[in-house]
């Protein structure tokens, strides 16, 4: 199933509570914040994450109020060390001023965070539940994306369509156009027959355009196949639509066909809005 990259999970279990939050990114992006006491256990969270998603900003947030007891106590040999070192100090230098507990409170290390007891299975529970309710969300949202871009696909199918069957009466009237570029050619003394040749392979070649229709064909075809079969699909999608695009473009400039002019500009209408639709899926 495909994916979406926007989504929130919670979850509580033996006094701890997790909150994930994800947003769209190009990549997968992590910031977690918890209790430091908790930090050993952030890799083998993030870990968790890596395994269910692979794009997306994520926003985890984990407290630990009632999963246990958590008190400091004093390092009293750092905060010695420190006394001593900065009475030194103050003779070395001969500075005035008095080394007292304002002075320690700088001193973050001279107090330990002490951990007494918490339920571990407890916390990677929590974790997990949270992801789940997040993969949910995602999920959800990932079906309805793809539906839309689906839409998208059989939308351009029936414009390339519509500009097959207009490309007969275009090249008709490219070859009348030429025709009438071939008399006023004719009409110069110093026209020679490579100039005609080469003004002939031009119209030819700017008047055909078989091969971008099959390739739009093609590639219309195989976004709803990378829709079907799921997984990570949105760089994909992405390159895709942006191919669709070159090939529109290259319409455009092939014909001076106003019919087929303004349903490519209904077809480049179209792949934007898919692609605004891709950037928001894993």
């Known amino acids: 199933m495909v994916q979406g990259m926007t989504g929130f999970g919670s ?6 509570r997790v909150e994930v939050r994800s947003l ?38 984990v407290s630990a109020a009632g999963a246990g007891e958590f008190k400091l ?16 100090l103050k003779m070395g230098l001969s500075v005035s001023g008095e080394v007292d507990m304002d002075m320690l409170l700088h001193w973050k ?32 949202e990932g079906e309805a994306i793809t539906a839309e871009i689906d839409g998208r696909a059989r939308a351009l199918e029936e414009l ?22 071939l008399r006023d050619l004719l009409s110069d ?20 355009i078989t091969e971008e229709f099959t390739r739009l064909k093609n590639h219309t075809e195989h976004m709803r196949q990378i829709l079907k079969d799921g997984g990570t699909v949105g760089r994909k999608l992405d390159f895709l639509l942006q191919e669709l695009n070159r090939e529109a473009n290259t319409i455009a400039s092939k014909t001076d066909d106003y019919g087929i002019s303004s349903i490519v500009i209904e077809m480049k209408t179209e792949i934007e809005k898919a692609r605004e639709q891709a950037q928001n899926i894993q």
């Open 109 to 140: 290390d001279t107090f330990i965070e002490e951990e007494v007891a918490y339920d571990e299975k407890a916390l990677i529970g929590a974790f997990e539940d949270a992801v789940a309710g997040l993969e949910e969300m995602r999920l959800r």
């Open 24 to 61: 769209n990114h190009r990549f997968m992006d992590v910031i977690m914040r918890m209790p430091p006491v908790l930090s050993r256990h952030e890799m083998p969270l993030r870990e968790i994450l890596r395994k269910k998603f692979e794009r997306g900003k994520f926003d985890v947030y």
């Open 189 to 208: 003394r110093d026209c020679d027959d490579t100039k005609l040749m080469q003004e002939a392979a031009s119209m030819a070649e700017k008047a055909d």
């Open 73 to 88: 106590k004093p390092n009293i040999e750092l905060a010695r060390e420190v006394v001593d070192a900065l009475s030194s």
């Open 11 to 16: 979850a509580e279990r033996g006094g701890f």
């Open 160 to 181: 390339n369509g519509r500009i097959m069957s207009l490309a007969p009466g275009a090249m008709k009237a490219a070859k009348e156009k030429f025709f009438e570029r």
